[in-house]
Every structure is written in structure tokens, then in C-alpha cells.
């Protein structure tokens, strides 16, 4: 399936998805992938991986997201899919899991573990809980610590795991990490005093030696110089440059101290490695019958390092004491046994300081938390151990590595297939077998109890006296001659690659594998003498005190005999396989492209010897044989429910399994080929039988895919326009609403308020208008003019009639006047024709209304409207004295000194404009078109000094609204601006008390007119 979702140029996601199962088609597959950077591929649920020897960029963040939630055919083949496949098995059906990691050591089984924990420590820690944080970083942290530990440089792995790990991650219900627990497997520890060329002591010495402070150094009596110590320089493998143990040394110390380990407990740790290191000095000389340590510093180095004293310390390494018959007596060694006892004291320091630290680190993340309360934890099992190896010289270790993983191949067979069976019977499906070869026989080769290797070996080991390697190869010969895996020179006299009286050899699983028995007893019978643990155990150091318990032990107590340990071994790997059996397996099988660790070379000899061992064929065999894929009914329609009507968009059938019937039947009646005999149906999966079925099935899908992505483009579209066309809808309904109320409460709260305006006394005059919303703006100032209006009508309605002349009168010059010119509206009578009043005029009344009917007759105008006595000035700046006279028709100016007679007539629609001063003066301009404008000042008024001049505008204004229906502007100014004799001036007033009224030149352009005071 994942190879749905790659292009074609990858090859196949799935191997189960080749067209035809060939060792040439899987590898061609596997090489292919590898040169186009896809390292994983899967098989059915198991994650092949090929080491890529290059930092590859696909465990970044965005990848983890991609991942997180998803199955296993949704995205391309991942590590990430498997660990979120086990992540959710976990939390889903809380059922305990295991990630069994495998391949040949450099295949990248390490990497994977910490990839897989990386990864489900990011996908539950989302939201950065304290907690979980502490959990996981230490889980974390872990790795480092015992990478320094247990790892080291081998000739085909700069960082092999010298130890078998097992890592369980505990979850409560939540699915939340909440502890862990750590087993180590069978340390290398002969690799502390022993190195191959080409290869390293465990990191730790190194990183130690060179990473430290000098003064940490100086304390531990040691030079930064790994080549100075024979523990350390055998493998000739100095200044490695892709090794950085500076840089790891203080990543480890940083781990150290985190993870929770104290100072002094630290500072044991670097004592500890300090002891081996000098143990790895002592040099023993022989004098006579007794052994003597030729440089005694070193003693003493090592019984400060381990807080004891030098005499003590120098006895342990030089005697032993012995029980006989109830006696103790002090032994003696010579100076082989004296090597031998050193090197078996510095491998078991090391080894115990391993086992110790990771006790510390399993009682840091024990799980505290109360079962009874939080219910039953879950577990994720991670399983990083030792791969398959053969090397030139075989020893004890390998021997016991590769039982582990013919145990392994075991388990991976039986779950692979029972898994495989069980399924098919909890679906009702019949079951085909499938030919593979069960490696049981191998497992029992070594573990059979009474005829096996390893008991074979302890019963060598049992043996008082001298039983030697050789003896216990005879004996081997003589119990096994018959078991077709198992093989020596004896019992194959012509085969000269096995050394008579050395070698045997197993046929495993993965090859044959030659073994030399030199050092088998001695390792199985793993000795240290008692000496060394009481030296140990009386330590003043409470922590290493700790470490060696056994040495209170008296020397005279007869204890049984520890268990060997190749029984030791034997048994943790039982109980390991139990443990995993009793999980939900996954597996990732890993695969060393080459052994030059190139990022591009394949090489094709060694990478088929590996599919072939770890079973791979048959493991796609097996998917296979059965059917190659099976799905839940549900999700099988949810990918393929648009290849039929019967079940597009949704089914109409009784259940899902009927719906997938008929969609079957359907597509295959279509179909060239039909295919429905391909398919089987379980009770709760449809399983399909070959990849081509699934293949066709897909291709039908992607065909349709398209037409669908358009379907829901356009439905999506659709609903998307619809909900936002209602949505507008509903806005501009809320804001119409809104709008409204907010109108309705303007206008309730106006009418609130005006709703006594007729009672009130200044009819509403003083009512304050409330601030109107923006939409009503415009209405209430039509409303304030229609309240105006109103007013002023209710006002007029008590004014008879024949008065409203006078008040339109007063309206105009109110227009004109108001807040503009002092004193406009004094109260006065508003007379008009002044000069025909004989209160005014008593004088000349009588000639001046003799000359009126003369004009009357010869201009035809009907009313008089204003006349008044006058000053004016003239282009020359002459001031005579005249009268005006206005009339509806035309406006004349008459010369009083000669009976009113006429001097000139402007009509009235030539007058354009009236200007007066903004002071009591009397000063009144009447702008005419033409050249001259009509320059007065009012005087000769009766009482003196009368304030006619704004009863002149009133009423020339409202005349020539009413005759002309035209407005006239008034200028109300301190200095008048005129035109005379076409000329333009200006003219200011000097208003002084007595003064007789006059117009006086100031200068070309300027006039003063001088008057009294009104
Ligand atoms: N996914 C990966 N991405 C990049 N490099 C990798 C990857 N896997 C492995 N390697 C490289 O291969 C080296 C060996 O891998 P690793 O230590 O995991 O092997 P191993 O299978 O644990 O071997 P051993 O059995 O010796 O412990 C790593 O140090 C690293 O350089
Ligand atoms: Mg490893």
C-alpha cells in the first residue's frame, strides 16, 4: 500500500508488493530504494531499514507531524510509522508492546532505538508537562550514558553496542510516559583488557582520558595519553576522526547530572575507570618462589582511587586466601595466576559499574506511581541488541550473541506466524502452510537441557580437577556427532578449516559460524577471587561498599556454587523471549548496505546474505502465501466506496462486510479480469489475495480521485458561497434592525421630549436635541427647521396681519444684521417715508410730497419706501447734501436745497449690493452697477441723530425680494469699499461728539467720513 503513495521510480514501498517474490526482484527493490535515499521498506507491518552511512534530513519536526496518528499505507515507509503503530496498539487496546530491532552489528539497531524513543517522546510531549519532560529526559539521557559505557570501537562499527538492551517505557491510561525500566545483557567485558587491532576499550576510558579536566586527571594519577596504558593502546587506534570524545565526554558528564547521578557518585565512576586503567599497569616480577609488583606507585594509586589502603590492596592482587578443612590459609600467587587474577579483578570492576549504573538509572525512572490508583501501566518494549557476528577468531562472546539471536529469529517466526494463523482463524479464512525453515533445532543445539552446548560446558566447568578447552570439546564431539548443525575436525576429519582439538562449528540460521573453545571454561566459569570483593566491600566509599555486597562473605562460608555464565546468559534470554512473546511485536530488520560504510556503495553479496538470514523472503512469503493485504471492512470502504454505485456516497447494505461484497462483485463484473475470486471475506476484514488485485483496485480509485477532488471542490465551493451569503444576509439584517432601533429610540426620546412643547413658554426653544445617529443626521436638522418653522408660525399666528410687512421687514435686516452691526435692533418705530412726516420734516414735508406725485406720475412707481435726508460724497470727493428717495420701481436721489428735485433714478434691479459700517454711524452705500456707487451718510433726523440706517436695509432687502424675488448682499465692514468715478476707495468713520457730518478726502484711495455719535 505505502507504495500507493511514492512514485513509481522508488520501486515498491511494500515487498509483499512485487510482482513476482524472486531473490532478483527483492534485491534489485531493496537496491534500488537504497540509491534513491529510501532507506525503509516495509513488509506488510515490518520495517526493513537499510543503514544510509549520511545524516538523512527526514526526523525534522514536520516529519514527526506527518506521522503522528497516521497507518502505516498513508504515507510513505517510515521508522515513525512503526513507532506510532506501537505507540497506538498501546493506547488504543492497552496492550503491552515491543520493537524488536535486529541486524548485524554497524546495521543501525542503535540509531533506530533512539530514532523510535525520539520520536515517541516528541509525539507525548506536547504539551510540555514537567513531568513527562523529567521521564523522557531521562529516557533520553539514558542512551548517552550507556553508549559511553557499553559501546566501543569495533573493526566494523565505531560505536557498537557492546551490551544487550532492553528498554521499557512505561504509560499510564492517558498514554502519558510515565517511568521506564532498563535490562543489559552480557557486557564484552573482556574487551576491558583485551583489544583486537583496529579496535577500542569501551568509550569511556577514552572520553575520560582525554575529555577531563587536568585537574580531575591529576587527582585520578593519570596523563591525557590513551597510548600510555595497556588497556587502552592495543588496537593501535589513535586520534579516530569520527570519534569526538572530547565533545561526548562532556555530554555524558552533562547526562550524568541530569539523569540524577551525585558528584561523589560521578566521581566514583572516573575513580573506578582510574583503577582499571592502572590495574592494566601492574607489572609482576618473580623473585625466587615469590611474585612482586615491580612498580608499587601504581598500588598505591589504585588503594586511594578505591579508598583502602595499599597493604590490603597489595595482598589481594599478590595472595588468595583459601578455606581447607576448616583452615585459612594464605595462597600464594604465581605470576600467571597473579596476571590472570588482575585482569578477572579490572574486567569485574568495570562490569559491576555497569551493572550499578544502570540500577541507578532504573531506580531514577522506576514507575512510582500507585497501580491500585492509576490503574495497570502500559509498556513500549525496545529491544536494541548485538547483531549476528562472525569474526576470524570466535570466542565465548559471539557464541552467546549469536544464541541470542537465533532466539530472536525464533520469536520472529512463531509471532510472525502465529500472528499470521491466528488471524486467519479469528476470521474464519482457511489457511494455507508455508515451507520455512524453523531454526528450533539451533536453539536447542545450545539451551537443551543435559545434551546442550551450554550444558555441555558447565559440566566441563563443574568438574574438579584440570578439565581443559580441548576436553570439553570432546565432550562436545561425543554428544552432538549426531546433530546436523553442529560439526568439529573430529567428527569431519577433511574439513581443514577447523583446527583439530580447537574449533567446532555451528550451522546457524544466518551461516556457519567456527568457534574456537580456547577460554570458553575459563569465561563460563566467569572467576573472581574472593579477596578482591571483600578488598571492595571494606572500601570507606559508601558506593562502591554498595556495588560488592558479596564481599562480607566469610571466608570460611560454603555457598553454592554461583550459576555460570553461559546459564546466566542462557536464562536472561528465555526470560526475554517470554517477556516479548507476551507483547505485541514489531519489528525493523536492518541491513548493512556495506562494510566500508559508504552512503553509496551496495553491496549486493553481502546485503543478500543478510535478507536471506534474517528470513526476509520467507517472512514475505508468508504475508503473501495468505493474502497480501487485509483491511477492516470500514476502512476498505472509506478508500474505495466511489468505484460503485452500490456504495457511493454511502451504502444502503445491512452491514459493511455485504456493502464490500457488492462492491467487489460490481467492480470485478467491470473489469476485464474479474477478480472476485481473490478475495476472501473475514468477519471483520475483506483480505485480498494478490498485489495485483489491490494494484487495480488503486488505479481505479486514482482514475476517480480527480472527478471527485472536482466534486468536492465545486459542493465545498457551494456551501462555502451559500454560508457566506447568509451570512451577509444576516448582517445587513442586524444592521437594518440595529439601525432601526436606534432610530426608534432617537425618535421616542425626541417625542419624549417635545411632548409639551405647545405648554411650554418658549415653545421648545430651550429643549436640548438629543445627538442623532449618524443615518438621522440629516433628518434632524430637517426637523430643527421644521421645529423652527413651527415655532415661528405659532409665534406669527398672535401678529395681525397688516404687521407682517413690518416683521418681514425686520427678518431681513435681522439676516443681514444680527451679531453683526451694534445696536441694529433698537427699539424705534420703523416710520419709512421720513421725509413726508412733518414730526421729521416739518419744513419741507409738503414741497417734498409735491415732488413725490410728480415722479409718481412721470415713473409710474406705486409705494414709497423709504426716504431720509443724506450726505454724499461724489467721484471729486465733494460732499452736497441730498435726500434718497426708494420707491418699488427705482431708487432717486433728490436735492432738497431745490424742492426734492430729482437729480438722478437707478431702477431697482441695478443696485448690487449695500454696504454700512459695523459701528451706530449712519454711513449707508448703495452699490450700483456702472462707475458710481450711491455714497450716504443719514442726517438731519428728527430727534437728532436717529439710527436709521438698519430700517434702510430691512426694507431695501425685503424690496427686492418681494419686487425683484433676488437677494442682496450686505456688507457689514469697519471699512467700506466703494467705487467712485469708476475708482475704487475705501472708507472708514470718525464718530465725534458735535461734529457736522462729512466726507473727507484722507488720500487718493481713502475717504473719512466724520460724524456725531448716534
Ligand atoms: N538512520 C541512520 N541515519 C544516519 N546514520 C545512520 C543511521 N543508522 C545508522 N547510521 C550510521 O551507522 C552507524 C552504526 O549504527 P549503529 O551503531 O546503530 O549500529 P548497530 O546496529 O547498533 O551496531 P552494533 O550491533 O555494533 O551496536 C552509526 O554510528 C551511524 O553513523
Ligand atoms: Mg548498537
Known amino acids: 500500500m505505502a507504495n500507493m503513495i511514492e512514485s513509481q521510480e522508488f520501486g515498491k514501498g511494500d515487498f509483499v508488493l512485487l510482482d513476482q517474490l524472486t531473490k532478483e526482484a527483492f534485491m534489485d527493490n531493496l537496491k534500488l530504494r537504497f540509491q534513491r535515499g529510501r532507506i525503509y521498506t516495509y513488509i506488510g507491518e515490518v520495517v526493513v531499514s537499510v543503514n544510509p552511512y549520511k545524516s538523512m534530513n527526514i526526523y525534522t519536526p514536520e516529519y514527526v507531524k506527518d506521522y503522528k496518528g497516521r497507518e502505516f499505507w498513508e504515507r510513505p515507509p517510515h521508522i515513525y510509522a512503526l513507532a506510532d503503530a506501537a505507540y497506538k496498539t498501546m493506547k488504543r487496546y492497552l496492550k503491552d508492546t515491543c520493537i524488536v530491532i535486529s541486524g548485524e552489528s554497524g546495521a543501525g539497531k542503535t540509531e533506530a532505538s533512539k530514532i523510535i524513543m525520539n520520536y515517541i517522546a516528541s509525539i507525548t510531549n506536547v504539551s510540555h508537562r514537567s513531568e513527562i519532560d523529567r521521564v523522557t529526559g531521562i529516557l533520553l539521557k539514558s542512551n548517552v550514558i550507556l553508549e559511553t559505557f557499553g ?116 566521581q566514583t565512576l572516573f575513580n573506578l575507570l582510574a583503577v582499571v586503567l592502572h590495574l592494566g599497569q601492574l607489572e609482576f616480577v618473580e623473585e625466587g618462589q615469590k611474585v612482586r609488583i615491580k612498580n608499587k606507585e601504581v598500588v598505591n594509586y589504585i588503594a586511594s582511587l578505591i579508598d583502602s589502603n ?180 573430529r567428527l569431519v576429519p577433511k574439513d581443514k578449516d577447523l583446527q583439530h582439538d580447537r574449533d567446532f562449528r555451528i550451522i546457524h540460521y544466518a551461516g556457519s559460524v567456527t568457534y574456537s573453545v580456547i577460554g570458553f571454561m575459563e569465561k563460563n566459569k566467569d572467576q573472581l577471587f574472593q579477596d578482591f570483593k571483600r578488598l571492595l566491600f571494606q572500601s570507606s566509599n559508601p558506593v562502591i561498599k554498595d556495588m560488592w555486597p558479596e564481599g562480607q562473605q566469610s571466608v570460611k562460608e560454603v555457598t553454592k556454587r554461583p550459576l555460570t555464565a553461559g546459564t546466566l546468559f542462557k536464562n536472561s534470554m528465555i526470560q526475554l523471549v517470554e517477556k516479548l512473546a507476551s507483547k505485541a511485536p514489531y519489528y525493523v530488520r536492518c541491513i548493512k548496505p556495506n562494510e566500508i560504510k559508504s552512503p553509496i556503495q551496495f553491496d549486493d553479496k553481502r546485503c543478500l546474505h543478510q535478507v536471506e538470514y534474517l528470513g526476509l523472503m520467507e517472512n514475505v512469503r508468508v504475508r503473501r502465501a495468505g493474502f497480501a493485504n487485509r483491511q477492516p471492512y470500514q476502512r476498505f470502504l472509506q478508500r474505495y466506496k466511489m468505484l460503485s454505485s452500490y456504495t457511493w456516497p454511502n451504502h444502503q447494505c445491512r452491514s459493511d462486510k455485504e456493502a464490500v461484497t ?76 440595529y439601525r432601526r432601533y436606534k432610530m426608534r429610540c432617537y425618535l421616542l426620546e425626541m417625542n419624549r421630549r417635545f411632548a409639551n412643547i405647545k405648554r411650554m413658554k418658549d415653545l421648545g426653544k430651550s429643549v436640548q436635541w438629543a445627538v442623532p445617529p449618524k443615518v438621522l443626521i440629516s433628518l434632524a436638522q430637517q426637523m430643527k427647521l421644521m421645529h423652527a418653522r413651527w415655532r415661528a408660525k405659532y409665534l406669527i399666528k398672535s401678529v395681525p396681519k397688516d404687521q407682517w410687512p413690518a416683521i418681514q421687514m425686520k427678518c431681513a435686516a435681522y439676516d ?165 468715478g469708476g475708482k475704487s476707495k475705501s472708507i472708514s468713520v470718525d464718530q465725534q461728539n458735535n461734529a457736522s457730518t462729512n466726507f473727507r478726502k484722507v488720500s487718493n484711495t481713502m475717504l473719512m467720513l466724520v460724524t456725531c455719535p448716534t
Open 816 to 980: 443681514a444684521l444680527h451679531n453683526k452691526r451694534q445696536g441694529w435692533l433698537r427699539p424705534r418705530k420703523w416710520e419709512g417715508n421720513y421725509l413726508a412726516s412733518m414730526s421729521d420734516n416739518a419744513s419741507l414735508a409738503s414741497v417734498f410730497l409735491t415732488s413725490v406725485d410728480k415722479l409718481r406720475s412721470k415713473h409710474g412707481f406705486r409705494d414709497v419706501i423709504f426716504t431720509a435726508h443724506v450726505r454724499k460724497v461724489n467721484k471729486h470727493n465733494k460732499s452736497e447734501d441730498r435726500a434718497i428717495m426708494v420707491t418699488d420701481k427705482l431708487i432717486f436721489k433728490l436735492d432738497p436745497a431745490k424742492g426734492y428735485k430729482p437729480m438722478h433714478g437707478v431702477p431697482l434691479n441695478k443696485i448690487t449690493g449695500l454696504s454700512i459700517s459695523s459701528g451706530t454711524d449712519q454711513l449707508l452705500i448703495i452699490h450700483l452697477e456702472g462707475h458710481d456707487d450711491l455714497v450716504t451718510c443719514i442726517h438731519k433726523t428728527t430727534p437728532q441723530a436717529d439710527d436709521r440706517v438698519p430700517e434702510a436695509v430691512g426694507r431695501i432687502l425685503r424690496l427686492v425680494k418681494t419686487e425683484l424675488r433676488s437677494e442682496l448682499r450686505v456688507n457689514v465692514v469697519q471699512q467700506a469699499q466703494v467705487k467712485l
Open 662 to 737: 457488492a462492491l467487489i462483485k460490481d467492480i470485478s463484473s467491470r473489469s476485464d479480469k474479474g477478480f472476485d475470486h481473490d478475495v476472501a471475506y473475514g468477519n471483520t476484514k475483506v483480505f485480498i489475495r494478490t498485489p495485483n488485485t489491490l494494484v487495480t483496485l488503486e488505479e481505479k480509485r486514482s482514475e476517480l480521485i480527480p472527478h471527485i477532488i472536482v466534486l468536492l471542490q465545486k459542493m465545498w465551493r457551494g456551501a462555502n458561497a451559500r454560508r457566506r451569503y447568509r451570512r451577509t444576509v444576516a448582517i445587513y439584517k442586524i444592521m437594518n434592525r
Open 151 to 266: 559501546n566501543a570501537k569495533t573493526t566494523r562499527n565505531d560505536n557498537s553496542s557492546r551490551f544487550g538492551k532492553y528498554m521499557d517505557m512505561n504509560f499510564d491510561f492517558k498514554g502519558d510516559p510515565i517511568g521506564g525500566h532498563i535490562n543489559k545483557y552480557l557486557l564484552e567485558k573482556s574487551r576491558v583488557v583485551h583489544q583486537q587491532k583496529g579496535e577500542r576499550n569501551f568509550h569511556s576510558f577514552y572520553q575520560l582520558l582525554l575529555g577531563s579536566t587536568e585537574q580531575t586527571l591529576n587527582a585520578l594519577h593519570l596523563k591525557r595519553d590513551p597510548t600510555a596504558y595497556t588497556y587502552t593502546n592495543q588496537g593501535e587506534t589513535n586520534n579516530m576522526k569520527s570519534i569526538d570524545d572530547k565533545r561526548t565526554f562532556k555530554e555524558m558528564s552533562g547526562a550524568l547530572k541530569s539523569v540524577g547521578f551525585s558528584h561523589d557518585e560521578q
Open 310 to 489: 595499599a597493604a590490603s590492596t597489595e595482598e589481594a592482587l599478590l595472595t588468595r586466601v583459601v578455606a581447607a578443612r576448616g583452615e585459612v590459609i594464605n595462597k600464594i600467587h604465581s605470576k600467571e595466576d597473579a596476571c590472570f587474577a588482575r585482569d578477572a579483578f579490572a574486567k569485574a570492576v568495570y562490569e559491576r559499574a555497569f551493572l550499578w549504573i544502570v540500577e541507578r538509572i532504573n531506580g531514577i525512572i522506576e514507575v512510582k506511581l500507585d497501580v491500585h490508583r492509576y490503574g495497570k501501566s502500559t509498556v513500549i518494549g525496545v529491544l536494541d541488541i548485538y547483531g549476528f557476528e562472525i569474526f576470524d577468531n570466535n570466542s565465548f562472546e559471539q557464541f552467546c550473541i549469536n544464541y541470542c539471536n537465533e532466539k530472536l529469529q525464533q520469536l520472529f517466526i512463531e509471532l510472525v506466524l502465529k500472528q499470521e494463523q491466528e488471524e486467519y482463524l479469528r476470521e474464519g479464512i482457511t489457511w494455507q502452510n508455508v515451507e520455512y525453515f524453523n531454526n528450533c533445532v539451533i536453539c536447542e543445539l545450545v539451551e537443551q537441557s543435559h545434551k546442550g552446548i551450554i550444558a555441555i560446558l558447565d559440566e566441563a566447568c563443574l568438574n574438579v580437577g584440570t578439565v581443559t578447552d580441548q576436553m570439553f570439546l570432546e565432550a562436545m564431539d561425543k554428544k552432538l556427532k549426531e546433530h546436523e548443525h553442529y560439526t568439529s575436525r
